[in-house]
């Protein structure tokens, strides 16, 4: 059984460009959560995706986007960005939304922004 | 909206000394309640999960979690510290809203084991 794969692992950008970020979830899990993780902070909730629709969102800005395809791989994309948004990000995928099911975390993808 | 607290920031432990992280939650509604841990450069890892059906739950390594609602605390234990343990742990809680199943985490406790 694959787990949850994160790509890149690192990345630097400059402030006020663009970023994707790429997840691949466990086999046979069906929702991707993502979540960023701010230096010597707790993981905050970004949103969530089930069966290719978001179907959650936290407390972040328009300029953080989403997909999730089909395969239900995921992407996070982040317009415009800020020195605030360096950042570990982490996707989590579950194999449904319900509240019990366990979220499979990858190892996450580190972004410096400049 | 519900949140954790997690109670020290460094914990530091000598190894096969008891291990209390100390986790309290707030929810005006059911809770259900995470431990996850981090190793470093690596992503979260289920330690162990309470969904109501028994207040002592037990995870992987030896860590077990009790669900207080008295005392609306949900802190992790362990008997015995092994040096493998030093990481960082996070606490976290999530409700059923019927929408996105969120997790609301707490700042996170830095475990330390020393011989």
């Known amino acids: 059984e694959t787990g949850v794969t994160q790509s890149p692992t690192h990345l630097i950008k400059t402030r006020g460009q663009q970023v994707t970020l790429r997840c691949s979830s466990q086999?046979?899990?069906?929702?991707v959560s993502w979540y960023q993780q701010a230096l010597g902070q707790g993981p905050q909730f970004i949103f969530q995706?089930?069966?290719?629709?978001?179907?959650g969102r936290g407390n972040f800005p328009p300029r953080f986007s989403g997909l999730q395809f089909p395969n239900y791989s995921s992407e996070l994309n982040v317009n415009a960005l800020e020195l605030d948004d360096s950042a570990l990000y982490l996707c989590?995928?579950?194999?449904?939304?319900?509240?019990?099911?366990?979220?499979?975390f990858g190892p996450g993808t580190r972004l410096l922004v400049l | 909206a519900q949140s954790v607290t997690q109670l020290g920031s460094h914990v530091s432990v000598s190894e096969g000394a008891l291990v209390l992280l100390r986790c309290n939650y707030s929810s005006s509604v059911p809770p259900y309640l995470f431990w996850y841990v981090q190793y470093p450069n690596q992503g979260l890892q289920l330690l162990l999960k309470y969904t109501s059906a028994a207040t002592l739950v037990k995870g992987i390594n030896g860590f077990e979690a009790e669900f207080k609602k008295s005392e609306t605390s949900f802190h992790l234990t362990k008997p015995s510290a092994h040096m493998s343990d030093a990481a960082e742990y996070f606490c976290?809680?999530?409700?059923?809203?019927?929408?996105?199943?969120?997790?609301?985490f707490g700042t996170g406790t830095r475990l330390q084991v020393t011989l």
């Open positions: 995706y089930y069966r290719e629709e978001e179907n």
């Open positions: 989590a995928s579950s194999s449904t939304s319900g509240v019990f099911e366990t979220q499979y």
């Open positions: 976290a809680v999530t409700i059923n809203t019927g929408t996105a199943s969120k997790l609301t």
């Open positions: 086999s046979g899990h069906n929702t």
